[in-house]
């Protein structure tokens, strides 16, 4: 059986957890199985050494203009492709796409404008078409609308990575069988803490993102660092040894360093660039402020109190679903709220109860993406 992993990355850390989670699940039910990814224009996002390390063939696909430039590939004679690693489109007999969070009006109609034509293809080619656990919508324009239809109508399973996403599609589509409900699937991966990680002096991790500052209000994005450095200030007065946490690229850093430069240097940032690793500091922290999804998914998942900013639905309902929606925080808050709502994670009291809660939900989470790995191998 020949596999894409598509929509998955390496820049942006969350998305590189997801390719590892799927390719781990993949490769116990199917040892034999071959894995392919496509290469993309955006910069580090796929590189072929990174593709390389992981064994993946490469796809010949290029999506730009509105066509498929890589079906051009196919000229090639298959002896060629072959001693080369590429794989045609054709080819390929599963499709899992692990997007995260790339079919909503937020991101416009390119992205499910090609995944619409994608799945017809692949339809056509007897290709099987699973999307992951995602986000989904909101929908609000009619093309975008008849896209999703397209999708839904050419894909075996869909799955909504909450019921606000869920109900973004069935409003479109009504509700279909091959469209469930299942939670974030980097939940079952394990963590690596780093041997050089310093526990003792990294004690409570902030992580930031610059979707905070260019997918938000303009209000809530010129509130946005300042809400940090009020959060890393107060931190730092209470002892717990904060840190920054890169999950994504330059901005993320610009950001990180605008935050330390404000509080005297005292903050230090680490920069690590293996997903796994990432999970493991966060999974041995005490607690965590973000704005990263998946460093949230990693924190919580491993029983880890955390608060969140976020700039869209999937943050509200990851709090809601883990029984901790007073974890979210308004940028645009008071001092005084904003130090209430640390000190709840802070406090031992009330930091052991939300734990309790998390651990208990987390272990729900886990059994429920078993679950949902198990549909995808009967279907299979």
């Known amino acids: 059986m020949l596999i894409e992993?598509?929509?998955?990355?390496?820049i942006n850390k969350g998305a590189e957890l997801m390719l590892y989670a799927a390719l781990q699940k993949m490769k116990e039910a199917y040892p034999d199985a071959r894995f392919a990814m496509a290469p993309t224009l955006n910069k580090g996002a796929a590189p072929y050494l990174k593709r390389a390390e992981l064994s993946l063939l490469q796809k010949s696909w290029l999506w730009q203009y509105g066509f498929q430039w890589g079906n051009l590939a196919a000229l090639a004679p298959g002896k060629i492709r072959e001693l080369f690693g590429i794989v045609l489109d054709k080819e390929i007999d599963l499709v899992?796409?692990?997007a995260g969070f790339a079919y909503s009006d937020q991101w416009g109609f390119d992205n499910c404008l090609e995944l619409a034509n994608s799945c017809i293809r692949w339809k056509k080619n007897d290709?099987?078409?699973?999307?992951?656990p995602q986000a989904f919508g909101p929908f609000s324009s009619s093309k975008i609308k008849n896209a999703v239809k397209s999708v839904v109508d050419n894909s075996d399973l869909i799955f909504a990575r909450e019921r606000v996403s869920y109900k973004h599609l069935v409003d479109v589509v009504g509700e279909r069988q091959n469209i469930k409900i299942a939670p974030d699937f980097t939940n079952l991966v394990k963590g690596i803490l780093p041997k050089n990680f310093d526990s003792t002096n990294h004690r409570f991790c902030i992580?930031?993102?610059y979707r905070m500052i260019d997918k938000t209000s303009r209000e809530?994005?010129?509130t946005y660092i300042p809400f940090m450095i009020k959060c890393a200030k107060y931190l730092l007065e209470k002892n717990q040894k904060p840190f920054i946490l890169i999950h994504e690229g330059e901005d993320d850093i610009r950001i990180a360093k605008k935050i330390?430069?404000?509080?005297?240097?005292k903050?230090?940032?680490i920069k690590e660039n293996h997903p796994l690793k990432i999970k493991g500091i966060l999974g041995s922290v005490e607690g965590t402020i973000g704005s990263r999804f998946h460093g949230l998914v990693s924190a919580l998942s491993q029983g880890i109190p955390s608060l969140a900013t976020g700039w869209s639905h999937k943050y509200r309902v990851l709090f809601e679903d883990y029984g901790f929606a007073e974890g979210i925080m308004d940028v645009q808050a008071s001092e005084k709220k904003i130090c209430e709502k640390i000190d709840l994670i802070v406090d031992s009291t009330s930091k052991q109860k939300i734990k309790k809660k998390i651990d208990e939900k987390s272990l729900i989470f886990k059994h429920q993406t078993e679950k949902m790995w198990q549909d995808i191998f009967c279907l299979l």
Do not use: Q
């Open 5 to 10: 992993i598509r929509r998955a990355g390496f």
């Open 96 to 98: 899992l796409d692990a």
């Open 127 to 132: 290709t099987k078409v699973i999307l992951l």
């Open 207 to 209: 992580v930031p993102n």
């Open 220 to 222: 809530k994005s010129e």
């Open 260 to 265: 330390c430069n404000s509080v005297g240097g």
């Open 267 to 269: 903050l230090p940032i």
